[in-house]
């Protein structure tokens, strides 16, 4: 696995004054680390998820992790903290196996952080081979004081305001950690402080950190302006339903790919990719539950790219997708229809590999239409999807 993310949520949470780790203290009745996560299962590429938390919470912070991240819990793992931050993001990074070649260092106290921060820092550490933090403009005007004088107007056009996730070469900040010879702020001090290059890659304003009342009073309102969703959207509870619905004919020609699963000496399905019905009636689904369109218009047959192409490719890009807008899938569930290949030994392998890619829990049914229509006919094969959606 080529990258990875630190989750540091060690800290203490002494300004929020509510006397529990920040990282278990409620934003709209989801706790911090929890959303912190979602984001993180969310992406287009599977990415090794370290969580640094306190010792006192270490199975606390286990169940969170596994209620999140669902199927790719495999991809996980919790560790305890240091002494401060800088011990933290030690500890994080003294687990990455050597095949991680970039890590990505974040504050679960920034529990709003998009997907699309994520990925964005992780594309520009792989073109630049240095150093990428998030961040904004500052706006305000900002004066240099003296106690309570002021000294000066202090230029704000050179000045950003820097965020988290920050990202590096795993090697590299690795080796800055070990010749850290004072504690830095964030983690691109210390890179820069042995010599690393840092660049700048554009923020968000929800990626803001909780650290008074104030900003959980704030993180709140934004979750519940999310929760209220656009006009014309279905939600159950910021949840929201999409369906989706696929057909093909069989072709003996083929090689028979259902539910991202191999069935040898079964008869394939015709399409301009490999005709995976089940894969596609979800790629279906979690288009639909986002309102971004269907299978057709974002993956059409006019674009070479996808001729011959797996549904895992389908079913990636609409999660992607739905990251862009801000969205995680939080369940699917797939009816298929058809007389073969039978799927009931294998339901619960392909519900694990489905779920690996939706990156939330798939579950997975068949029947028959007892001899009726082209399915019971055996002339192809059907399948019903419905994929629940959330904000991230």
């Known amino acids: 696995m080529g990258r990875a993310v630190v989750v540091v949520a060690a800290g203490s949470g002494t300004r929020l004054g509510l006397g529990t780790a920040k990282a278990f203290v409620p934003v709209a009745g989801e706790l911090v680390l929890a959303r912190a996560l979602a984001p993180l299962f969310a992406l287009s590429t599977p990415t090794l998820v370290v969580v640094v938390a306190p010792a006192s919470h270490l199975d606390a912070c286990r169940d969170v992790v596994a209620s999140v991240a669902g199927a790719a819990v495999a991809y996980t ?56 933090v998030p961040a904004l403009p500052v706006t305000d005007t900002v004066k240099r004081v003296d106690g309570d004088h002021v000294v000066e107007t ?31 702020t964030d983690d691109a001090g210390v890179f820069q402080a042995a010599g690393g290059t840092v660049l700048v890659v554009p923020g968000d304003a929800d990626a803001f950190k909780i650290t008074t009342p104030w900003d959980l ?23 929201r339903i999409g369906l989706g619905v696929d057909v ?37 689904a979690l288009l639909s539950a986002g309102g971004l369109g269907d299978i057709g218009g974002r993956f059409g ?39 073969r290949p039978r799927i009931g030994a294998r339901r619960a392998e392909m519900q ?28 192809g094969l059907a399948a019903i999807a419905t994929a629940l959606v959330r904000p991230a």
Do not use: K, M, W
């Not at 990202?167 to 010879?181: H, K, M, T």
């Not at 790919?257 to 000496?265: A, E, K, T, Y």
């Not at 489905?354 to 399915?375: E, N, Q």
């Open 217 to 239: 009073g704030r993180a709140e309102s934004i979750v519940r302006a999310r929760t209220a969703g656009p006009v014309g959207t279905t939600r159950v509870e910021g949840t």
């Open 352 to 379: 694990d590999a489905l779920a690996a890619v939706v990156g939330a829990p798939v579950a997975v049914s068949g029947t028959t239409t007892d001899g009726l229509g082209f399915t019971g006919r055996g002339e």
């Open 154 to 184: 202090v230029d704000r056009s050179a000045l950003v305001g820097v965020q988290t996730p920050q990202g590096f070469p795993l090697a590299a900040l690795r080796d800055a950690y070990r010749r850290s010879a004072r504690p830095e």
């Open 77 to 132: 793992a919790v560790v305890a903290g240091g002494a401060d931050r800088h011990g933290s993001v030690q500890a994080g990074l003294d687990v990455l196996p050597d095949s991680v070649d970039t890590v990505l260092v974040h504050d679960a106290a920034r529990c709003l952080t998009p997907s699309s921060q994520f990925e964005r820092v992780f594309t520009a550490v792989s073109a630049s081979g240095g150093g990428v």
């Open 301 to 339: 047959t006019a674009d070479p790219r996808y001729a011959g192409a797996g549904g895992d490719v389908f079913v990636r890009g609409a999660v992607s997708l739905l990251a862009e807008a801000g969205l995680v899938p939080v369940s699917v569930t797939v009816q298929v229809i058809g007389n």
């Open 248 to 284: 093909h004919a069989f072709d003996p020609a083929s090689a028979c790919r259902v539910g991202l699963l191999d069935f040898p000496g079964e008869p394939g399905l015709s399409g301009h990719s490999d005709g995976d019905a089940v894969a596609h009636a979800v790629c279906d």
